[in-house]
């Protein structure tokens, strides 16, 4: 068995220290960004390589129209073009429509999930009227026209960033808040897949395009395996 060496010089680009706690943490694909949000509903945007704080203020700001409302923070994370192309490169999409001219960071709230771009500062949003009266929680994208909205009452959403409406629902597995969700692909050939895991210990990977599990498994509280059914290719 090797022995690492204790002794490695460990050098960080840049230490932060937030007034409050650090509830959510995002960075950027490509380029040296990172953003957070603290316990007091904070959020900044930092360079890191510039080591400069380039957007800090509270959620409440977001919405517009009452500054003095709480916007509590579920999740947050950086999207646009540059990162949906290292992603999924090669993969057509509609140039034209107007989320891929965006330099977004996503929030999603309790009420809506908000795109914040950080560069020109406008602001478009998903109601949840849009997403059928559904509660976001959190968003991964599943390809470069596409992106899953996970939901508090296991429903994932797939929502088209062109035509900026639903249009799938994948759904019978997951009955309660769905927290983490990851888009892979294995070859170039091949299907994408979305891995859903929720709150009541359940995991899934699903083909988004046919609305199928293609694997999953739930977990007891005490860790024991309840339940595996695995991929068949």
């Known amino acids: 068995m090797s022995i690492l060496n204790k002794n490695l010089d460990t050098h960080f680009f840049l230490e932060l220290k937030s007034p409050n706690k650090v509830k959510i943490f995002d960075y950027h694909l ?14 900044a945007i930092w360079d890191w390589e510039r080591k400069t704080c380039l957007k800090c203020f509270s959620t409440a700001a977001i919405e ?19 990162i949906l192309n290292a992603l999924f490169p090669g ?8 989320f891929y001219a965006g330099t977004w960071l996503i929030v999603v709230a309790e009420s809506k999930i908000y795109f914040y771009d950080y560069v ?19 968003v991964e994208p599943v390809d470069m ?26 759904k019978g ?25 929720g709150s009541d210990g359940t995991l899934a990977c699903w083909n988004v395009e046919g609305e199928e599990i293609l ?7 005490s860790g024991k395996q309840v339940e595996i059914i695995m991929e068949k290719e």
């Open 91 to 98: 993969e057509p999409f509609d140039s034209e429509a107007p």
């Open 64 to 82: 517009s129209k009452d500054l003095s409302k709480t916007v509590t923070v579920k999740s947050i994370k950086f999207l646009d073009k540059d």
């Open 173 to 197: 597995f997951h009955h309660k808040t769905v927290y983490n969700m990851m888009g892979y692909k294995q070859g170039d050939n091949s299907k994408n897949r979305l891995v859903v895991s």
């Open 145 to 170: 026209k596409h992106l899953a909205v996970g939901c508090t009452d296991g429903y994932v959403k797939n929502f088209d960033l062109g035509a900026w409406a639903t249009v799938k629902t994948l």
């Open 120 to 138: 020109s500062e406008k602001n478009e949003t998903i109601s949840i009227s849009q997403l059928d009266g559904k509660q976001p929680r959190c």
């Open 30 to 43: 490509t380029k040296p960004l990172i953003a957070y949000v603290n316990v007091n509903n904070v959020l």
């Open 215 to 221: 694997f999953k498994f739930g977990m007891l509280k």
